[in-house]
């Protein structure tokens, strides 16, 4: 599942933002951050992490892992994510399996997709100058 928000001129402190989702991937306790980058891609400025999750629990289809990406300025920026689930149900279960236990992760997986979605649009209004508006950002979804 994948999700790019696209913002245009909130002045965001995208180091702050970039500080935050850090955290919140942090904190919760089945993820593990294996890799992170800051630098620039095609002379734009990006910010990416990757978490993984470490919990028996990605072996029943849950949030196997997420990207995390911040690229642009802090006036024309796209903040995007891409969550996958885990799909143990092949082994399990053959084909049926892996559709049982793609479905479940699907759920599990989107579930955390809006909780993290939730938590960026709290820090980008607290992190940005201008506040976020229809017109500001638009909004781009692969599920």
Not at 114 to 131: D, G
Not at 135 to 142: A, C, G, I, K, M
């Amino acid at each position: 599942m994948a999700k790019v928000q696209h913002h245009r001129g909130l002045n965001t402190n995208l180091d702050n933002l970039y500080n935050n989702i850090k955290q919140l991937l942090e904190d919760q306790k089945d993820l593990q951050i294996v890799s992170e980058y800051k630098g620039t891609l095609n002379a734009v400025p990006l910010r990416s992490i990757v978490a993984v999750n470490k919990s028996p629990k990605v072996w029943v289809g849950s949030l196997r892992e997420i990207h995390v990406s911040i690229t642009g300025n802090p006036n024309d920026y796209a903040f995007g994510s891409l969550l996958w689930p885990g799909a143990v149900g092949l082994v399990v279960g053959g084909p049926v399996g892996l559709a049982a236990g793609v479905a479940v992760g699907g759920i599990m997986a989107y579930e955390f997709e809006k909780h993290i979605w939730q938590k960026v649009l709290e820090v980008i209004k607290k992190e940005s100058e201008t506040q976020p508006t229809i017109d500001s950002v638009e909004n781009h979804h692969d599920h």
